[in-house]
Structures are given as structure tokens and as C-alpha cells.
């Protein structure tokens, strides 16, 4: 059987920069992903290191990156508010140009194709809101990486849904916040699972409305996840399961706690790889 190691990357918002924390303790112990398969801010990550390849360097610029995201405002906090005024019609400022040019500032070119990337391959998940089901951008290799990144990440109220070749495509989380799936789709044969999902209430949310949809997104995401792990197990995969979640909630649109996060998923990966001896890099056995 062909050796394919592959890193699924979950959306999260702000928290993806414990990803990085945790992709530097995995190079430190010599993984080498063929695979990468990312969702909403996880596709972020994947695309830097399909681009920049998967070194110390490489995570060095995607921590500087993230770092710069800080003053950015990309999401801004007043969620419950712009969601009102697009149900109303209202113009509201869209945070979407804003993303483009700061990917593209990093390196993802708008001509950029999957086929660009031979190894390690990258794979991102949208949701197509007409169908109920996740695409997998990048199956075919002359799609638009930086359109496929775009899709994945339009997390309404701050980026509308798409209308694409009769689909309607938004954040990959709606349907598949740990693409788990999508990774045994193409092939997957060991799993990293980097995962952000993080059910506890966070700061900044008020009571009511807010609090409620916040807890239903919650909901289905964590249930979601867990059904995506009960398929990687029933069909023999196996998975190292690295669970995100810094010591107190943060909300995904705060940008304000990088630097602790990275440093907490290096932590978190770190002691899930002592726990985890066995799961090495490294040929199959048997």
C-alpha cells in the first residue's frame, strides 16, 4: 500500500494559530505530510505549507503571517450586527478583498493551480449549501487555488456564500469542520488531525440570540468531528488526534492572542506525540 500521510487541518477562525504550534512539534519529530487537506482558516495553513513546503523556515513565515493578521481587523466582532444588516439589504464593509490581498501578499498568486503542487498535494474543503455536501477543491488540478481558499473561508456574516457552477459555496465548517472524510477520499492512509472545534462558551458573546446560534454552530461542528473520527477508526485508519483548545475560550474573530497560541499548540502536540509513541513517521507496518 502506498505511504500517504496526510494533515487534516479544521477551521477556527483565529484559534488556527495553535495549527502552527502544532505543525512545528510534528516537524521536530519528523513528519513529512503527501497530503494536505484543510478547511476555512486550516485551508489557510495547508495552502502556505503546500506553497512553502513543510521546514522550519516555512513555519517561521507562516507565524510572522499570522502575527500580522493582528492589526488587520479581518473579522470583526460586531458579527450579530452585520448579520442583521445583511438580512436587511445593508451594504455593510466586506472583509473578502481584504483576504485576497493579504494571501496573495504571502505568496498565493491568483494564477496558482492544484497542479502546482506535487508534493505534498493539497486538497480544500468548501460546503455547497444547494447540495448539503463538502468539495474537495484541488481533485481537479486545474482549479484556482486562491478562488478554492476564498470558498472555503466565506463565513457569512463576514464573507457571503459564492455562486459557482450551480453551486453555492461557503466555509467549509458548515459540513465538514474536520475534513476527515474528504482526506480517506483521496486516499489518506495515516492521519494527523489538527483540530480546533472547542464547544465552550467564549468572551465577547452576549446572552440571547448570539449566545444561542453560537452554540448551535458548536453543536454540529463537535458532532460533525466525531463522526468524521468514527469513520477514520471503522475503516482502519489510523489517526493521531490533536485536540486545540487553549486553556480558556477564545473567540475565532479574536486575532489578539497569536504568540500564546502557537506556543500552546506546540505544548498540546507535544504531549499528544509522548502519549502516542508508536505513531511515527515512517513506512507502514505489516
Same mark, same amino acid.
Given at each position: 500500500? &502506498?505511504?500517504?500521510?496526510?494533515?487534516?487541518?479544521?477551521?477556527?477562525?483565529?484559534?488556527?494559530? !495553535?495549527?502552527?504550534?502544532?505543525?512545528?512539534?510534528?516537524?521536530?519529530? +519528523?513528519?513529512?505530510?503527501?497530503? !494536505?487537506?484543510? *478547511?476555512?482558516? +486550516?485551508?489557510?495553513?495547508?495552502?502556505?505549507?503546500?506553497?512553502?513546503?513543510? =521546514?522550519?523556515?516555512?513555519?517561521?513565515?507562516?507565524?510572522?503571517?499570522?502575527?500580522?493578521?493582528?492589526? $488587520?481587523?479581518?473579522?470583526?466582532?460586531?458579527?450579530?450586527?452585520? %448579520?442583521?444588516? *445583511? $438580512?436587511?439589504?445593508?451594504?455593510? =464593509?466586506?472583509?473578502?478583498?481584504?483576504?485576497? &490581498?493579504?494571501?496573495?501578499?504571502?505568496?498565493? =498568486?491568483? @494564477?496558482?493551480?492544484?497542479?502546482?503542487?506535487?508534493?505534498?498535494?493539497?486538497?480544500?474543503?468548501?460546503?455547497?449549501?444547494?447540495?448539503?455536501?463538502?468539495?474537495?477543491?484541488?481533485?481537479?488540478?486545474?482549479?484556482?487555488?486562491?478562488?478554492?481558499?476564498?470558498?472555503?473561508? %466565506?463565513? #457569512?456574516?463576514?464573507?457571503?456564500?459564492?455562486?459557482?457552477?450551480?453551486?453555492?459555496? $461557503?466555509?467549509?465548517?458548515?459540513?465538514?469542520?474536520?475534513?476527515?472524510?474528504?482526506?480517506?477520499?483521496? +486516499?489518506?492512509?495515516?492521519?494527523?488531525?489538527?483540530?480546533?472545534?472547542?464547544?465552550?462558551?467564549?468572551?465577547?458573546?452576549?446572552?440571547?440570540?448570539?449566545?444561542?446560534? @453560537?452554540?448551535?454552530?458548536?453543536?454540529?461542528?463537535?458532532?460533525?468531528?466525531?463522526?468524521? !473520527?468514527?469513520?477514520?477508526? %471503522?475503516?482502519?485508519?489510523?489517526?493521531?488526534?490533536?485536540?486545540?483548545?487553549?486553556? =480558556?475560550?477564545?473567540?475565532?474573530?479574536?486575532?489578539?492572542? *497569536?504568540?500564546?497560541? $502557537?506556543?500552546?499548540?506546540?505544548?498540546?502536540?507535544?504531549?499528544?506525540?509522548?502519549?502516542?509513541?508508536?505513531?511515527? #513517521?515512517?513506512?507502514?507496518?505489516?
Amino acid at each position: 500500500m &502506498e505511504e500517504k500521510l496526510t494533515f487534516v487541518l479544521s477551521g477556527g477562525g483565529s484559534r488556527g494559530a !495553535l495549527q502552527v504550534g502544532a505543525l512545528y512539534a510534528l516537524l521536530e519529530e +519528523g513528519f513529512q505530510p503527501d497530503l !494536505l487537506v484543510g *478547511t476555512s482558516i +486550516g485551508s489557510v495553513n495547508a495552502t502556505f505549507l503546500a506553497i512553502n513546503g513543510f =521546514s522550519k523556515d516555512s513555519l517561521d513565515h507562516l507565524a510572522a503571517a499570522w502575527r500580522e493578521v493582528v492589526d $488587520m481587523d479581518l473579522l470583526p466582532a460586531n458579527y450579530f450586527w452585520l %448579520a442583521i444588516r *445583511t $438580512m436587511m439589504g445593508r451594504s455593510y =464593509s466586506d472583509p473578502s478583498r481584504r483576504i485576497r &490581498e493579504f494571501l496573495v501578499a504571502h505568496g498565493l =498568486s491568483e @494564477e496558482m493551480r492544484f497542479a502546482d503542487f506535487q508534493s505534498p498535494r493539497l486538497v480544500i474543503v468548501s460546503s455547497d449549501l444547494n447540495s448539503g455536501q463538502p468539495v474537495l477543491h484541488g481533485d481537479d488540478l486545474d482549479e484556482n487555488v486562491l478562488d478554492a481558499v476564498l470558498f472555503s473561508s %466565506a463565513l #457569512p456574516p463576514w464573507v457571503l456564500p459564492v455562486k459557482r457552477h450551480n453551486r453555492y459555496l $461557503m466555509d467549509g465548517g458548515v459540513v465538514s469542520n474536520l475534513p476527515v472524510q474528504p482526506a480517506l477520499r483521496m +486516499g489518506a492512509t495515516r492521519i494527523v488531525a489538527l483540530d480546533l472545534t472547542d464547544v465552550r462558551d467564549t468572551p465577547g458573546v452576549a446572552e440571547g440570540v448570539p449566545a444561542f446560534l @453560537e452554540k448551535l454552530s458548536m453543536a454540529v461542528e463537535r458532532r460533525q468531528a466525531d463522526l468524521e !473520527l468514527e469513520l477514520a477508526a %471503522a475503516r482502519g485508519v489510523p489517526l493521531l488526534y490533536l485536540g486545540l483548545a487553549s486553556p =480558556s475560550p477564545i473567540a475565532l474573530w479574536d486575532f489578539r492572542h *497569536t504568540d500564546e497560541l $502557537m506556543e500552546q499548540g506546540y505544548e498540546i502536540a507535544r504531549q499528544v506525540l509522548k502519549e502516542h509513541p508508536g505513531f511515527r #513517521p515512517g513506512p507502514l507496518k505489516g
